[in-house]
């Protein structure tokens, strides 16, 4: 994430987060332009062979304490993303945090249908970076 969007905006900030700051806090904090957003990564082993099978599920997917920050940190004003990347494919998601209780559960399509991004990379990172 740093390398791919950092060469493209010298005004972007990305702190990576370690779990210092408490359970569920996301990975990465970013700031361009004075507007904060938190962003949690996440990584799903391969593409489903089923179309309704959830893309991250449980094992993949956001923890309780995750879920549960993106969702109280939205209902406060706050901005958070969920980045979804699949291992072996160019393929990458970018969701907001409010979806957060039902990511985990999502098919390939339907994360496609409400993701605020969902595209190959390098393209991918271009878009994101419209939205931090």
């Given at each position: 994430m740093r390398n791919n969007l950092l060469k493209r905006n010298p005004l972007l900030r990305l702190q990576r987060i370690e779990e210092m700051l408490g359970a569920g806090t996301p990975d990465v904090l970013a700031l361009l332009c004075g507007r904060v957003t938190w962003i949690e990564t996440k990584a799903a082993k391969r593409i489903?062979?089923?179309?309704?099978?959830?893309?991250?599920?449980?094992?993949?997917?956001?923890?309780?304490?995750?879920?549960?920050?993106?969702?109280?940190?939205?209902q406060h004003g706050g901005r958070s993303m969920i980045v979804v990347?699949?291992?072996?494919?160019?393929?990458?998601?970018?969701?907001?945090?409010?979806?957060?209780?039902?990511?985990?559960?999502?098919s390939m399509i339907e994360m496609q249908h409400r993701a605020i991004v969902a595209l190959p990379a390098p393209k991918f990172w271009d878009e994101l970076e419209k939205h931090l």
């Open positions: 489903p062979k089923r179309p309704a099978t959830p893309l991250l599920g449980d094992a993949d997917g956001l923890e309780v304490s995750q879920r549960n920050w993106h969702l109280d940190w939205t990347g699949i291992v072996d494919s160019p393929l990458h998601f970018a969701l907001w945090g409010r979806l957060a209780d039902s990511i985990n559960q999502m």
